[in-house]
């Protein structure tokens, strides 16, 4: 397949033109990243998002990794000179990789098998007589006699025959049509079983001691959880399919004259290939194709996640104490300013075994007082309601006019980001138990630019996330995490080496210069002083200056996303509307023009810019220096408690989405254990993805249904409550 082909099958998969994908694989062979051919060079690829490029990326990456691997059978078979005219063509025109090693199957050099041993016995030209089915008189042992060889251990017409017989199956095991046809009756109608290795075991696993379901049904969390089960030693699990329909199918493709003396020894010759070579190489194919699948979704279903979590709208402007609970060592406390300078920090105690609760209220107080706190950040760990509840307390005992709320924070990570370099690069003088607390208060304050310092693993919005393709994960957090942090922009003076090294173009070594460049020279005035940090050079400056913000410099399109190379026609722009300063005023001829599609078209043309650019920095100047996070929902901040025997079945409450996988979300709703909506119940009409209806961070309210307070279980629904987001 040339690269002319390529760009065609790609185009034709995706449902785009063939323009967009040529220019999007030309852009990402220059070096340039992901998030600036999105943002900065739309009128090349047709306005494609980063998910879009992505798909290109993905899908002409595996053309290619075929088109080597096809190269290499080519060569092999060649050199076994078995290389005819049909064969290339077929291995030129395969489009997928398991049909390309089917049809290498036959040729594909092998470990010495039944039927190798046979061939070296000098059985191949039995083997060919009884496939050609062209033998009508006699019986198979008189035409078997022949190879007789006790130098060879061939004593009987009968060993003969056997011998012949597996080489017989491994030639049909090795038909790749065979194949194909028997994988895709498998799976369409084989059924995945698995049962318990020991029915008396308690485990998490029950539900599947005695299960089935079909393999073309099953869904992707079902198949990591059997997976896990099976690699505990705890379930055994199996294909099983029609094995008389299989049969059917190689016999109506292999036996062409049933008249020939060999038929018997030819369906014998089938059930073997099938049984011992065919049906196991299958299962093991659908197996693995099943869990590539379940990973594939489950990697989504963390990335889509961590997305929502990542974009979460910041705390701005709010002083928050920051609380990471715990039992035998306390909870840590640490209070931070609305620039997230760390202020105070230190350790109460007020649950078992000291309790010294009343103390700790004490001291929560005065810091609260000393440091005019706004808010207070719980994390959701070991002790986490028992936390709240001290803390509701004391929010209801603080004078009226001392306006404190608190809210519950993910904390996941956050003894990660405790002991790692970035954090005692941070607080070198701070013992690893007393950083937890300031992350967790950070992360309320802005989540994007404190999650990043944490391994994205470690975050916990995952599903399965330690039993799928740990390099395929890492590869599409990262992605997220890039795409994320470009999306939303830093500001070059305060970012720290974590959020900088996300930035397109960027290097942990080149973010590092930036921070050393600060420590020595101050803080950046232009995009341009960029260019003096070592590393920076013209193709590093150019796919990150967009991204980095500078509010109060000397160039105020500096604190845009208007990339430099746009402030010439951005300049003139502004000098048409007769806008000075981009700060004031202007505001609603932008928007109006905004509005104008035909002034819009007649504008770039003279402007000698695409549309898209000029829509962007239209939208720039409208809103000079904003954070698209800035839209988003607040998070809930509460003030009082609830436990869960206070719920009763029917109540309606306000939650918050912790996470969401495939088949349902988890939603804090203010008591110890996080609830449960079903996929069921989020509608009132048939839902395929939860996360068309719900993103981590999204508040909802929900109806209680069903509460196990013995197992801390509760059901909930949003049935006739809320409509699907948009």
């Known amino acids: ?89 077929k291995i030129e025109n395969c489009t997928v990789l398991q049909d390309l090693e089917d049809i ?17 016995k000098g059985l191949q030209s039995l083997a060919d007589l009884i ?37 017989v199956a491994e030639n049909i095991a090795d038909n790749a049509d065979i194949r194909k046809n028997i994988r895709e009756t498998v799976f369409k109608s084989g059924l995945i079983i698995t049962t318990a290795r020991d029915e008396s075991r308690s485990s998490v696993y029950e539900m599947y001691y005695d299960y089935s379901e079909p393999v073309s049904k099953i869904p992707s969390h079902r198949i990591l959880a059997i997976n896990r089960g099976e690699k505990e030693n705890i379930l055994k699990v199996k294909i099983d399919s029609d094995a008389d329909r299989a049969l059917e199918i190689i016999q109506k493709k292999i036996i062409k004259n049933r008249d020939s003396i060999f038929t018997s020894l030819l369906i014998q010759s089938i059930e073997d290939a099938y049984k011992r070579l065919i049906f196991p190489a299958i299962e093991r194919e659908i197996r693995n194709t099943l869990t590539e699948t379940a990973e594939e979704q ?38 931070i300013d609305p620039t997230g300078k760390y202020l105070e920090g230190t350790t109460i105690y007020p649950h078992p075994p000291q309790n010294q609760f009343f103390e700790a209220k004490q ?56 002991a790692s370099k970035v954090a005692q690069e941070e607080f070198p003088d701070l013992d690893a138990s007393m950083r937890g607390n300031i992350s967790i208060a950070r992360r309320l304050l802005d989540p994007l630019a404190e999650l990043v310092k944490i391994d994205p693993k470690s975050i916990g919005v995952g599903q399965y996330q330690h039993d799928v393709n740990q390099k395929k994960l890492h590869e599409s957090l990262h992605a997220v995490v890039e795409d994320c942090v470009n999306q939303v922009g830093v500001n070059l003076n305060t970012a720290s080496k974590s959020l900088l090294t996300y930035i397109s173009g960027l290097t ?13 020279n101050g803080r950046f005035n232009s995009r341009e002083e960029l260019k003096k940090v070592a590393g920076i050079g013209i193709n590093s400056y150019e796919q990150a200056a967009g991204f980095l913000r500078i509010p109060d410099g000397n160039n105020p399109l500096d604190n845009t996303s208007i990339h430099p190379e746009s402030y010439d026609a951005t300049n003139a722009l502004l000098k048409k509307l007769r806008i000075d300063d981009i700060n004031q005023g202007g505001k609603a001829i932008i928007s109006q023009i905004r509005k104008n599609r035909t002034e819009i078209r007649h504008l770039a043309e003279e402007l000698r810019i695409g549309e898209p650019t000029l829509r962007d920095i239209l939208e720039n100047l409208e809103k000079p220096g904003r954070d698209p996070r800035e839209d988003l929902p607040k998070p809930l901040f509460k003030s009082n408690i609830l436990k869960i025997e206070d719920l009763r079945e029917g109540m309606i409450l306000k939650g918050t989405v912790r996470n969401v996988v495939d088949f349902g979300a988890f939603v804090d709703i ?25 993103a981590v961070g999204d508040i909802i309210d929900v109806k209680i249904i069903s509460i196990d307070a013995d197992r801390g279980r509760i059901g909930l629904s949003m049935k006739g409550i809320i409509r699907e987001k948009s």
């Open 298 to 335: 489950a990697i989504r279903v963390f990335a889509t996640n961590l997305k929502n979590l990542l974009l979460q709208a910041p705390v701005n402007n709010k002083v928050i104490m920051g609380i990471d609970p715990g039992f035998r060592t306390g909870s840590k406390v640490a209070v």
């Open 363 to 418: 001291i929560l107080t005065r810091m609260i007082e000393r440091h005019h706190v706004d808010i207070i950040a719980i994390g959701n760990g070991t002790a986490s309601r028992e936390t709240e509840f001290l803390v509701a307390e004391l929010i209801g005992e603080l004078p009226e006019e001392t306006s404190v709320s608190y809210i519950i924070v993910n904390e996941a990570g956050a003894s990660v980001y405790s």
């Open 131 to 167: 496939l050609a089915q062209q033998t009508f008189e006699g019986k198979p042992e008189d035409y078997a006699e022949k190879f007789i060889n006790p130098g060879k251990e061939i004593d009987t017409s009968e060993e003969a025959l056997a011998g012949a017989g597996d080489i």
């Open 508 to 520: 942990s070594r080149t973010a590092e210069n930036i921070v050393k460049y600060r420590e020595e």
């Open 670 to 694: 203010g008591v110890k254990q996080d609830g449960l909506v079903h996929i069921s119940q989020m509608g009132d009409r048939f839902i395929k993805d939860p996360h068309k209806i719900l």
């Open 104 to 120: 290498y199957l036959p040729y594909k050099p092998k470990k010495r098998t039944r039927a190798t041993i046979a061939r070296e």
């Open 1 to 89: 397949m040339t690269e002319s082909q390529m760009l065609e099958y790609v185009a034709t998969q995706l449902r785009l033109s063939q323009s967009q994908v040529r220019n999007t694989i030309q852009l990402l062979d220059e070096d340039n990243t992901v998030p600036f051919i999105a943002r900065y060079r739309k009128e090349r690829t047709g306005e494609l998002n980063e998910d879009q490029i992505r798909d290109i990326q993905h899908h002409f990456n595996y053309l290619r990794t075929l088109e080597k691997r096809k190269d290499t059978i080519l060569k092999s078979i060649g050199e076994q000179g078995k290389l005819t005219p049909e064969l290339k063509g």
